[in-house]
Protein backbone atom coordinates (compact mmCIF):
# COMPACT_ATOMS: atom_id res chain seq x y z
CA UNK A 1 0.00 0.00 0.00
CA UNK A 2 0.80 3.61 -0.48
CA UNK A 3 2.23 5.49 2.44
CA UNK A 4 2.67 9.07 0.88
CA UNK A 5 0.03 10.32 -1.10
CA UNK A 6 1.31 13.91 -3.10
CA UNK A 7 -0.68 16.77 -4.58
CA UNK A 8 -1.28 18.19 -7.00
CA UNK A 9 -0.47 15.13 -9.28
CA UNK A 10 0.54 17.36 -11.74
CA UNK A 11 1.73 21.20 -11.61
CA UNK A 12 2.77 23.50 -14.81
CA UNK A 13 4.65 26.55 -14.32
CA UNK A 14 6.99 29.09 -15.88
CA UNK A 15 10.78 29.15 -15.60
CA UNK A 16 11.65 31.30 -12.89
CA UNK A 17 8.41 30.55 -10.80
CA UNK A 18 8.71 28.41 -7.80
CA UNK A 19 7.34 25.40 -7.13
CA UNK A 20 5.49 23.86 -4.49
CA UNK A 21 4.43 20.51 -3.87
CA UNK A 22 2.62 18.30 -0.74
CA UNK A 23 2.95 14.91 0.66
CA UNK A 24 0.91 13.61 3.03
CA UNK A 25 0.92 10.13 4.76
CA UNK A 26 -0.66 8.08 7.32
CA UNK A 27 1.51 6.34 10.06
CA UNK A 28 4.33 7.34 11.96
CA UNK A 29 7.63 8.03 10.65
CA UNK A 30 11.53 7.99 11.17
CA UNK A 31 12.00 9.98 8.16
CA UNK A 32 10.63 11.48 4.83
CA UNK A 33 12.35 11.36 1.77
CA UNK A 34 11.64 13.44 -1.44
CA UNK A 35 12.76 11.50 -4.93
CA UNK A 36 13.23 13.14 -8.56
CA UNK A 37 12.34 11.00 -11.68
CA UNK A 38 12.96 11.68 -15.36
CA UNK A 39 10.65 10.24 -17.50
CA UNK A 40 11.56 6.20 -18.45
CA UNK A 41 14.32 6.88 -15.84
CA UNK A 42 15.52 5.08 -12.44
CA UNK A 43 14.65 7.78 -9.21
CA UNK A 44 17.52 10.18 -7.59
CA UNK A 45 17.29 11.15 -3.77
CA UNK A 46 16.62 14.66 -3.12
CA UNK A 47 16.63 15.03 0.48
CA UNK A 48 15.67 13.12 3.55
CA UNK A 49 14.64 15.16 6.55
CA UNK A 50 14.28 13.36 10.08
CA UNK A 51 10.62 13.39 12.37
CA UNK A 52 12.86 15.36 14.70
CA UNK A 53 13.09 17.74 11.72
CA UNK A 54 10.91 20.71 10.84
CA UNK A 55 13.08 21.98 7.72
CA UNK A 56 15.57 21.24 5.44
CA UNK A 57 16.82 23.33 2.74
CA UNK A 58 19.74 21.42 -0.36
CA UNK A 59 20.19 24.22 -3.03
CA UNK A 60 16.94 25.46 -4.57
CA UNK A 61 15.02 22.88 -2.68
CA UNK A 62 13.45 23.30 0.82
CA UNK A 63 11.63 21.16 2.62
CA UNK A 64 9.67 21.43 5.51
CA UNK A 65 7.84 18.87 7.59
CA UNK A 66 4.98 18.73 10.08
CA UNK A 67 4.26 15.65 11.96
CA UNK A 68 1.30 16.94 13.59
CA UNK A 69 -0.60 17.28 10.51
CA UNK A 70 1.58 14.49 8.89
CA UNK A 71 2.53 16.75 5.92
CA UNK A 72 5.53 17.49 4.13
CA UNK A 73 6.66 19.73 1.31
CA UNK A 74 8.87 20.17 -1.42
CA UNK A 75 9.45 24.15 -2.59
CA UNK A 76 11.60 24.39 -5.19
CA UNK A 77 12.40 28.29 -6.28
CA UNK A 78 13.61 29.42 -8.86
CA UNK A 79 12.74 26.85 -11.24
CA UNK A 80 14.64 26.14 -14.46
CA UNK A 81 13.50 23.69 -17.70
CA UNK A 82 15.54 20.81 -16.63
CA UNK A 83 13.99 21.07 -13.02
CA UNK A 84 10.61 19.17 -15.21
CA UNK A 85 10.19 15.71 -13.49
CA UNK A 86 8.06 13.59 -11.22
CA UNK A 87 9.00 13.94 -7.58
CA UNK A 88 7.62 11.51 -4.98
CA UNK A 89 7.81 11.95 -1.60
CA UNK A 90 8.87 8.39 0.36
CA UNK A 91 8.59 7.16 3.97
CA UNK A 92 10.11 4.63 6.08
CA UNK A 93 6.53 3.93 8.01
CA UNK A 94 6.07 0.55 9.70
CA UNK A 95 8.84 -2.11 8.90
CA UNK A 96 12.23 -1.65 7.51
CA UNK A 97 10.91 -0.88 3.88
CA UNK A 98 9.82 2.52 2.29
CA UNK A 99 6.70 3.80 0.93
CA UNK A 100 6.30 5.96 -2.06
CA UNK A 101 3.73 7.94 -3.04
CA UNK A 102 1.83 8.33 -7.06
CA UNK A 103 4.24 11.38 -7.51
CA UNK A 104 3.77 14.86 -8.77
CA UNK A 105 4.20 15.80 -12.45
CA UNK A 106 6.14 18.91 -12.59
CA UNK A 107 6.10 20.68 -15.81
CA UNK A 108 8.43 24.00 -16.31
CA UNK A 109 7.98 26.01 -19.43
CA UNK A 110 10.92 27.71 -20.78
CA UNK B 1 22.38 5.82 -11.80
CA UNK B 2 24.90 5.16 -9.15
CA UNK B 3 26.66 1.96 -8.94
CA UNK B 4 23.88 0.43 -9.43
CA UNK B 5 23.06 -1.41 -13.13
CA UNK B 6 20.02 -3.29 -14.41
CA UNK B 7 20.01 -5.22 -17.55
CA UNK B 8 18.64 -5.43 -20.28
CA UNK B 9 16.66 -1.78 -20.25
CA UNK B 10 13.91 -3.65 -22.65
CA UNK B 11 12.86 -6.61 -22.15
CA UNK B 12 10.02 -8.53 -24.53
CA UNK B 13 8.08 -12.32 -23.48
CA UNK B 14 5.61 -14.24 -24.37
CA UNK B 15 2.58 -14.69 -21.88
CA UNK B 16 3.18 -18.19 -19.88
CA UNK B 17 7.17 -17.58 -19.78
CA UNK B 18 9.11 -17.00 -17.02
CA UNK B 19 11.74 -14.35 -17.30
CA UNK B 20 14.54 -12.75 -14.89
CA UNK B 21 15.35 -8.90 -14.17
CA UNK B 22 19.11 -8.69 -13.20
CA UNK B 23 20.07 -5.76 -10.40
CA UNK B 24 24.09 -5.58 -9.46
CA UNK B 25 24.96 -3.17 -7.15
CA UNK B 26 28.75 -2.43 -6.38
CA UNK B 27 28.01 -0.04 -3.75
CA UNK B 28 28.44 -2.76 -1.16
CA UNK B 29 24.95 -1.99 0.23
CA UNK B 30 23.40 -4.36 2.31
CA UNK B 31 19.43 -3.89 1.65
CA UNK B 32 17.97 -4.08 -1.85
CA UNK B 33 14.54 -3.36 -3.36
CA UNK B 34 12.21 -4.20 -6.20
CA UNK B 35 9.84 -2.29 -7.48
CA UNK B 36 7.05 -1.77 -10.04
CA UNK B 37 6.06 1.11 -11.90
CA UNK B 38 2.70 1.12 -14.28
CA UNK B 39 2.85 4.32 -16.23
CA UNK B 40 1.68 7.32 -14.44
CA UNK B 41 1.78 5.62 -11.30
CA UNK B 42 4.02 5.62 -8.00
CA UNK B 43 6.37 2.99 -6.91
CA UNK B 44 5.22 -0.57 -5.76
CA UNK B 45 7.37 -2.58 -3.26
CA UNK B 46 7.70 -6.04 -4.68
CA UNK B 47 10.42 -7.89 -2.85
CA UNK B 48 13.13 -6.11 -0.72
CA UNK B 49 16.38 -7.74 1.24
CA UNK B 50 18.32 -6.40 4.17
CA UNK B 51 21.64 -8.75 4.28
CA UNK B 52 22.53 -11.56 2.37
CA UNK B 53 20.37 -14.47 1.77
CA UNK B 54 17.22 -12.98 3.39
CA UNK B 55 14.45 -11.39 1.78
CA UNK B 56 10.38 -10.54 2.29
CA UNK B 57 7.65 -9.56 -0.13
CA UNK B 58 6.54 -6.35 0.22
CA UNK B 59 2.81 -5.10 -0.92
CA UNK B 60 2.69 -7.20 -4.61
CA UNK B 61 5.21 -10.01 -4.34
CA UNK B 62 2.56 -12.58 -6.10
CA UNK B 63 3.74 -13.60 -9.08
CA UNK B 64 7.56 -12.88 -8.52
CA UNK B 65 10.10 -14.33 -6.67
CA UNK B 66 13.78 -13.19 -5.81
CA UNK B 67 16.96 -14.62 -4.66
CA UNK B 68 19.84 -12.99 -2.67
CA UNK B 69 22.77 -15.73 -2.90
CA UNK B 70 25.44 -12.71 -2.83
CA UNK B 71 25.62 -8.97 -1.58
CA UNK B 72 26.06 -7.64 -5.12
CA UNK B 73 23.01 -9.27 -6.83
CA UNK B 74 19.60 -9.28 -6.18
CA UNK B 75 17.68 -10.70 -9.29
CA UNK B 76 13.68 -10.68 -10.00
CA UNK B 77 12.07 -13.44 -11.58
CA UNK B 78 8.49 -12.54 -13.14
CA UNK B 79 6.75 -15.60 -13.38
CA UNK B 80 3.66 -17.18 -15.48
CA UNK B 81 1.66 -16.67 -12.34
CA UNK B 82 1.75 -12.73 -12.83
CA UNK B 83 -1.73 -11.91 -13.79
CA UNK B 84 -0.27 -8.58 -15.54
CA UNK B 85 3.26 -8.25 -15.69
CA UNK B 86 3.67 -5.50 -17.91
CA UNK B 87 5.34 -2.75 -16.25
CA UNK B 88 8.55 -0.71 -15.59
CA UNK B 89 10.87 -2.13 -12.74
CA UNK B 90 13.16 -0.68 -10.66
CA UNK B 91 15.65 -1.85 -8.51
CA UNK B 92 17.30 0.15 -5.84
CA UNK B 93 20.05 -0.86 -2.93
CA UNK B 94 20.87 1.41 0.47
CA UNK B 95 23.13 0.89 3.02
CA UNK B 96 20.60 0.02 5.52
CA UNK B 97 17.10 -0.30 5.03
CA UNK B 98 14.82 3.23 5.59
CA UNK B 99 17.66 5.61 4.56
CA UNK B 100 18.69 7.35 1.04
CA UNK B 101 17.86 4.97 -1.98
CA UNK B 102 20.05 4.59 -4.83
CA UNK B 103 17.86 3.24 -7.79
CA UNK B 104 18.49 1.61 -11.01
CA UNK B 105 17.82 2.96 -14.58
CA UNK B 106 15.18 0.08 -14.74
CA UNK B 107 14.05 -2.41 -17.45
CA UNK B 108 10.42 -2.28 -19.58
CA UNK B 109 9.26 -4.94 -19.69
CA UNK B 110 6.79 -6.19 -22.29
CA UNK B 111 4.53 -9.12 -22.01
CA UNK B 112 2.14 -10.21 -25.22
Known amino acids: SQQGEEDPQALSIQEGENATMNCSYK?????LQWYRQNSGRGLVHLIL?????REKHSGRLRVTLDTSKKSSSLLITASRAADTASYFCATDGMGNDMRFGAGTRLTVKP | DGGITQSPKYLFRKEGQNVTLSCEQNLNHDAMYWYRQDPGQGLRLIYY???????QKGDIAEGYSVSREKKESFPLTVTSAQKNPTAFYLC???????????FGPGTRLTVT
Open chain 1, 49 to 53: IRSNE
Open chain 1, 27 to 31: TSINN
Open chain 2, 49 to 55: SQIVNDF
Open chain 2, 92 to 102: ASSVATGIEQY
